[in-house]
Structures are given as structure tokens and as C-alpha cells.
């Protein structure tokens, strides 16, 4: 029976890169070597890094303008200790949009590096909802938000205007929508998404907003040395970085962030219509605010959830319970997600409302 992943991730990608990525683990580029095995300084995984690095400016249309892009490792919690490091002057603080569990994540590692700024929350709603209306302190050395919030499924759809650095999480929609990136100084985004497996993490740094903290930066941690070091300061995740660069060449094949736009556009409209016309679903987030990549939805009534998980369980359907701070289910669509298995996913709910 085929198999509908809606795993929040480590999730689904593509089938040809599956394919791709075996063969290499048993002969890459005819070489008699396993991916597995290769030299990260070889001729052949060098090659890897500089398309995978040049491919992501590509397809966020950054080339030419300043940025550079970096494989590393650490997952995006890293990148919360990083980010402060890099950007935060000593004596210097920081402004933040708390939208849910990464985002604190994110607030708890810059509170032991100075002020710390929560301009908004929507916590004491249980994060159903993208705060507006707040004001950015200009004395602040950089703000940061979460594009997408996977656990309560809303997603930023009007990134604020600001004079400071502008930085975003965007784990779980990178290469997912159209934006004008370049009006962000630091994206970073787990790959483990819509790029690659787990075990790389994608920076990508307007350069010139670096080297103006005053404080001693661990080497592990500065950018500066990443960039120097073309992403090789440390051993790079050889196969992460490779099948990452698997799926950003599958999705140029497909016409680039534009197309897959109208894909993940079409897959929510499809379930978020269900959930809004079924009577026994409600969704969760707040409508303006629906992320494309995560539907979070709950049964009106609790007592249909047994028949509800067998059905869905029995149509190949996986990973779509909620997370247990939520509760209900969440579906996540992510750029692999055919429109097929959000059809299979509608058509259980419908089976189910016919059924009570």
C-alpha cells in the first residue's frame, strides 16, 4: 500500500531522490566509493558543496547581493546560540516575536547574552495566532522571528519593516513561498524539512552584517569562519549536504520556489476547505494566519477519534497525530507532499462525516 507521509520531520521527499541518494550510498559518481565513505576534501564532494551552496542563492534569488550560504551542523537549536553570538553587541540587546516553542527556544539562548526584547507573544492563546501591531525597538542589534510554527501550524504572511538586521527561522517553509529574501540579513532553516534528512542546517548570511559585536566569538561559532572556510571549518554531514543538494536540484527541475508555490497553495486550499465545510473538524489556527505547511485540526467530537485514526491508519496515511501540546492532529504538507495524499487525507474525512 502506498504510504501518505505527513511526518513534521525528518519528512517526506522526493521519490527520485531517494533513489539518487541509495545509489550514491552504494557507488557514488562511478567512483567504487559509498557517499558514505568519500573524502569531504575529494574533488567529487567539493563539487557537492559549492552547487549545493550556489543552488540556495539561486533559488532564493540572492546571487550577486552579498550573501553567502553555509551547510553546518547543530539543527536549528544551534542556531539559536549562534545567532546572538554573532549579531549581539556586548552590552547590546536583542528584539524577538515569541509564535511558539521555537521561537522560546530561540528567547531563552539570547537572554544569557544581554537584553532581550519580546516585542510580542500569542502564548496566552496557545500560540493560535501571528502578534501584530508591535513596534520594534531601533536600538535593538537585530530582531528574529519564526516564519512557521509547525507545532500550532501559523505561519507569517507580512514580515515587519525594520531599519535593524532582520533574522528568521525558516525551518519548516524554506523554499516553500515566493518572498523577497533579500529583505532578511540571516535565514537559517533545519534541513530536515523541505531540503534534505536530518543532520545539516542551511545559514544563509547577508556577509557585511557580521564582525560588529566587539566580543570573542569561539571559532565553531563565528560565522566569519564558516564563510572563510567554504563550509569545511569542521567535517561537513557529507550525506546530508549531499541530498539536500538532491532535492534543491530536484526543485529547479520543477521551476524553482515559484512553482512549488502554486503546489503547496494548492494542497492547503484543498485540506483547509475540508476542515472548514466538515462538521466534525475544527482547525486551530487563526484562518488569516493558517501556515501552508502545517494544518493543525482537532474532531469536534472527541468520541469519534477511535473510527477516525482506523480509517485514516487504513488508507496508508502516516504521521498526522498532533503534537501533545496541541493535541488533535496536524497534517504537514511539505514541498514532497503529492496533492494525491492530501486527496486520500479529505476523502477519510469525508468517509468518516458520511459514516456518523
Known sequence: MKKHNYSAGPCILPQEVFEKAAQAVLNFNNSGLSILEISHRSKDFVAVMDEARALVLELLNLEGKGYQALFLQGGASLEFLRVPYNLMKESGKAAYLDTGTWANGAIKEAKAF???????SSKDEN????????????DANYFHCTSNNTIFGTQIKDFPKTDIPLVCDMSS??????????KFDIIYAGAQKNMGPAGTTLVVIKEEILGKTGRAIPNILNYQQHITK??????????????????????????????IEKINEAKANLLYNEIDRNTLFNGVAVKEDRSIMNA?????????QELFDTMWKEAGISGINGH????????SMYNALPLESVQVL??????LENKI
Request: proline share 7%; hydrophobic share 40%; no cysteine.
Open 173 to 182: 517553509d524554506i523554499f516553500s513561498r515566493t518572498l523577497d529574501f533579500s
Open 324 to 331: 501533545r501540546s496541541v493535541g488533535g492532529y496536524r497534517a
Open 127 to 138: 500560540y493560535n495566532h501571528i502578534p501584530k501591531g508591535f513596534t520594534i525597538p531601533s
Open 296 to 304: 493543525t485540526f482537532t474532531l469536534v467530537n472527541p468520541e469519534h
Open 230 to 259: 567554504e563550509s569545511m571549518y569542521n567535517t561537513p554531514p557529507v550525506f546530508a549536504v549531499y541530498t539536500s543538494l538532491l532535492t534543491l536540484q530536484w526543485l529547479k527541475k520543477l521551476g524553482g520556489v515559484p512553482a
Open 346 to 351: 479529505v476523502d477519510v474525512m469525508k468517509e
Open 114 to 120: 544581554g537584553e532581550t526584547v519580546v516585542v510580542a
